[in-house]
């Protein structure tokens, strides 16, 4: 049995030798890297600039979306941005006599109460705080396209009716 091995393994190494197949190593030794060509694969020459506008689109137009909804900003987004501004209301104004600037209590549709200030954002279109007046948060919303005006929406304090 071990003879009959040993014959096969001598057969197929003189086999390899007649042949010019040797193991991967030592070929992949002898063979040389193909030549590396000048010219670029992928030929420039008659395409458009994929940075320029294409001929015939308005610029006004590609930035025109079907849904008004921002994207999503940069920043950190903030707590009462995950509602819509129709849900929340104005529950309190906060005043100080310290000079502090105003505050307003706003509550979200779960029943939970937020502390926003002038210059925080608000709702699901990065709406944000311009002013807190007298019963009032004025908020901002960026317009929905380049050309398109911003919205401004207006809270107004909520006052429960007692019985």
């Not at 010019?20 to 030592?26: I, L, Q, V």
């Not at 819509?84 to 209590?105: T, Y």
């Not at 002038?118 to 709406?127: A, M």
């Amino acid at each position: 049995m071990m003879r009959l091995a040993m014959t096969r393994l001598a057969l197929v190494i003189r086999l390899a030798l007649v042949t010019g197949m040797t193991g991967f190593a030592a070929n992949a030794a002898a063979t040389e890297p193909p030549p590396r060509s000048e010219e670029p694969p992928y030929r420039l020459a008659g395409k458009r600039d994929p940075f320029q506008t294409p001929a015939g689109v308005e610029k006004s137009r590609m930035n025109e979306t079907a849904d008004p909804t921002p994207t999503t900003p940069a920043r950190p987004r903030e707590p009462l941005e995950a509602f819509q501004l129709d849900s929340l209301k104005l529950v309190a104004i906060l005043r100080s006599n310290a000079g502090w600037p105003p505050a307003a209590m706003v509550q979200d549709p779960q029943g939970k109460g937020h502390l926003v200030r002038q210059g925080f954002h608000i709702g699901t279109r990065e709406g944000e705080v311009l002013e807190i007046g007298d019963g009032v948060v004025t908020i901002r919303e960026p317009p929905p396209s380049l050309e398109g005006a911003p919205r401004i929406i207006t809270l107004r304090l909520h006052e429960e009716k007692t019985p």
